[in-house]
């Protein structure tokens, strides 16, 4: 997890029950973001299979009890893997349109600018964070609750949306401006999903980043 800040490394004496002169108190909250940077880099392992929480309460050297202290279960662990996702990213297309909706009446090459650097924006995140890649495409969703890939499908069709509205106006002097718009937010958005699941699906080696800015040349 590149985006946070690093953190000291995890005082494992806390949970797993040592004695009290050897304990480290982490700092509120410290134990969380602990337990989701070791969730990600699990995850970026290539070939991984389904992680339990016994697996990641080992790498922690904590209890799995530990970890629940912290997270009722798996799959919040997981959510909180999705709102790092959803903050980061949408917090950075909000700095590139200037505001949480984009301006529909603004130039056309403003709008198919503003699409592109959305787009870059995506693929750089998943190429810096290839454990959050795997969430992103569902690969670490598949054995876990349904809520969480049905809230992956709902980041990016608000990415999708994003997109359109920035689009909007590059497609006015079609006769079907509104439907011109969706399809290509539609093409932009699976162009950018494909380029995350080619990296997942290449054990990372394939960039998500690869020829970006012909591919998007040919697509705006």
Known sequence: MSELSPLPEPASTDDAGETPAARKRPKPGERRVQILQALA?????????????AALAARLSVSEAALYRHFASKAQMFEGLIEFIEQT??????????????DPDQPAEVGARQAARIVALLLQFGERNPGMVRV??????VFEHERLQQRMNQ??????????????QAAAGSATPTVDAQVAASVLTAFAQGRLQRYARSGFKRLPTEHLDASLALML
Do not use: N
């Open 155 to 168: 980041f990016f069709e608000r990415i999708e949306s994003t997109l359109r509205q920035c689009l909007r």
């Open 89 to 102: 990213v949408f917090t950075l297309v909000q700095q590139i349109t200037g505001r949480d909706v984009p």
């Open 41 to 53: 880099a699990m995850l970026e392992q290539p070939g991984a299979e389904r992680i339990t929480t």
């Open 136 to 141: 992103m495409v569902g690969d670490a969703l």
